[in-house]
């Protein structure tokens, strides 16, 4: 009963999976927990089917057929992280490269002032002629660029937001509703957002018209999020393909050491047949 009154219950398991893990909180680079993970999975996942296979196979055979295995298991994942399935999200892998923090290839907003260094970055002169070269946000700006041009403003207004060990407390900015959002493509075909925001005046809770105010910018940077898992693949099908070689060149030599002991033992028995003179 209760069940059937969840909204949660409601979704598709798609969209049900895509609120559990935007609720969900990453775990710290530090713990020792997620740094073991790894080592030991790989240890009980692939240990085990190892030592099968080396009972039967040997080691040489048995290292052979597994890391292809694994390898060929790498491209699937890949290929899944990257183009995703019919229902599921595409690039719902890794977003980030080793050492890199998670989420470093995903698609963002970058804020910046208008006396900054980006702002006198050639790509970005356009901002320097403002209002010039800048429009009012086209209808079909988040169908053309998936992403939203009051998520550029969001950024503009957390630029000098109240921070406490790298979260954002409270909000202390928002937008200047006498200013109208306008944006501009780069000469890098990015779009940039211009916005003007304000104080926020604690008893109402909106944009103080009296208080102070900063006018700012923000570049949208499409990021690389499929770079990750295309890596993956690349990797996985060089490791497999090396892999399913190495393999069949060991069942070659094996082929060809047997007949060759098949050979020396017919040359055996073919030398005790034959008669010893008298």
Not at 40 to 47: A, D, E, H, P, Y
Not at 213 to 232: N, V
Request: with cysteine.
């Amino acid at each position: 009963m209760l069940d059937a009154l969840s909204p949660l219950s409601q979704m598709p398991f798609a969209e049900h999976l895509g609120v559990l893990l935007a609720k969900a909180e990453l775990v710290p680079p530090d713990d020792w927990r997620a740094q073991a993970a790894l080592p030991v999975g790989i240890l009980f996942l692939l240990g085990g089917v190892f030592m099968l296979l080396r009972s039967n196979l040997g080691t040489r055979r048995a290292y052979l057929l597994q890391a292809s295995c694994f390898f060929g298991f790498m491209v699937f994942m890949g290929a899944f992280w990257a183009f995703g399935v019919p229902g599921s999200a595409q690039y719902a892998g890794p977003t980030s490269l080793p050492g890199q923090p998670p989420g470093f290839m995903e698609p963002d907003w970058v804020a910046f002032a208008p006396d900054s260094q980006v702002a006198e970055m050639p790509e970005y002169e356009v901002v320097q002629d403002f209002p010039e070269g800048f429009q009012p946000v086209p209808a079909d700006f988040e169908g053309q660029w998936d992403a939203s041009a009051d998520e550029g403003v969001d950024e503009i207004i957390n630029f000098f937001a109240t921070e406490e060990a790298g979260e954002l407390t409270e909000a202390t900015w928002a937008d200047d509703p006498e200013f109208t959002t306008a944006v501009a493509m780069a000469e890098n075909d990015r779009p940039i957002v211009a916005a003007q925001v304000r104080e926020i005046d604690e008893d109402t809770g909106e944009a103080d018209p009296e208080g102070d105010s900063y006018f700012a910018f923000a570049f949208y940077d499409p990021g690389s999020p499929g770079l990750p898992a295309q890596m993956i693949i690349l990797l996985g099908l060089i490791g497999f393909v090396l892999h399913v070689l190495l393999l069949g060149w060991d069942e070659r030599e094996e082929r060809r050491r047997r007949e060759r002991d098949l050979a020396d033992e017919e040359a055996e028995d073919a030398d005790e047949r034959v008669p010893t003179p008298a």
